[in-house]
């Protein structure tokens, strides 16, 4: 069965560390997404990308870059990683059904910082 | 701009009480897409359901069902009969002609305990 998995699944840092979080579709689809989950914040867009070579900024993409140099992988990177990034990221893919696009998410990654 | 918002945080409730979950949205598109997602505690995201903006008939499966009402913009989300397995974090969310449909925009969530 196709799928979407996140590795790692938790993961603690030290502060100022570059830190990258895998992200795998095997579903073929050109878009794909990474968010992060905060209380009181629900879920933020980082980054996302509509195909190969295509990445576009969120609403949270401070300290955050992506690369898409195919089309199953957006690894996301924290340049240097901040307590204020602790939290937990999500990636999502979709493709369209009809009009609507379909978003599968990955189980999440937990990222502490200290 | 879009907006999604769960006023609710929390919700408290005894199995078999109903619950309804509060969702309110803000687009300017006239054609756009309403979601429910469920995390339970083991933190996976969960489809429940999706509605477009021509489609203002309710929906009901099961336990579940949801009120669509584009006067208000809102789309809540009713469980009849709660049970304990219904504890989790939902959210609403909003995708938007302008992004393609391509890009969701979440609430904040709200968590639901159901105690025996």
């Known amino acids: 069965d196709a799928e979407i998995t996140q590795s790692p699944r938790h993961k603690i840092t030290e502060t100022g560390r570059q830190v990258t979080l895998a992200c795998h579709q095997t579903?073929?689809?050109?878009?794909m997404f990474w968010y992060r989950q905060d209380l009181g914040h629900g879920l933020r867009l980082i980054h996302y990308?509509?195909?190969?070579?295509?990445?576009n900024k969120g609403e949270v993409s401070d300290g955050y870059s992506v690369s898409r140099s195919n089309t199953e992988d957006l690894p996301l990177t924290l340049e240097s990683a901040a307590s204020s990034q602790t939290s937990v990221y999500f990636c999502?893919?979709?493709?369209?059904?009809?009009?609507?696009?379909?978003?599968?998410f990955g189980q999440g990654t937990r990222l502490t910082v200290v | 701009a879009q907006k999604v918002t769960q006023a609710q945080t929390e919700i408290s409730v005894v199995e078999k009480e109903d619950v309804t979950l509060d969702c309110v949205y803000e687009?300017?598109?006239?054609?756009?897409?309403l979601f429910w997602y469920k995390q339970p505690p083991s933190g996976e995201l969960v489809f429940l359901i999706r509605?477009?903006?021509?489609?203002?008939q309710n929906e009901i499966s099961g336990r579940y069902s949801w009120n669509f009402q584009k006067s208000t913009s809102s789309f809540n989300f009713t469980i009849t009969a709660s049970q304990v397995v219904d504890s989790a974090v939902y959210f609403c969310?909003?995708?938007?002609?302008?992004?393609?449909?391509?890009?969701?925009?979440f609430g904040t969530g709200t968590r639901l305990l159901v105690s025996p």
């Open positions: 509605r477009n903006s021509f489609d203002e």
């Open positions: 990308s509509y195909g190969v070579h295509d990445t």
């Open positions: 579903w073929n689809h050109n878009n």
């Open positions: 999502a893919s979709s493709e369209r059904v009809g009009t609507v696009h379909e978003a599968f």
């Open positions: 687009t300017r598109d006239t054609t756009y897409y």
């Open positions: 969310a909003l995708s938007e002609f302008n992004t393609g449909f391509q890009k969701l925009v």
